[in-house]
């Protein structure tokens, strides 16, 4: 791979490291073969030998959602705890 593909505000792929698989902007490249790669809120300096280009419109595909269909019993329980106390039926007194 030539660092000619590679310059600052490039879409990077981190192909080794402890940031393997992550998908990063170059926000500045040194003269010691490595590069300053942002990965959301964080930036790490990163080998050029560990990068790969790729295109702008590639995402990574999401493994879940993180949601889950909803359940009738997760609506029950949504609907019991969103009542008010005014609504709610009164707490029964123990009776002596």
Known sequence: MSTQTLE??????????PFAGRV??????????????TLGLLSARVLLENLRPTRADTRPSLK??????PSAEDERVRQAAS?????????RTPSK
């Open 8 to 17: 600052v505000g490039a879409k990077v792929r981190v192909l080794g490291g």
């Open 64 to 69: 879940t959602s993180h949601r889950r269909p």
């Open 24 to 37: 990063g902007v170059i926000s500045e490249l040194d003269g010691k073969g490595g590069a300053r790669v």
């Open 83 to 91: 009542r008010s106390k005014k609504t709610r039926s009164p707490r």
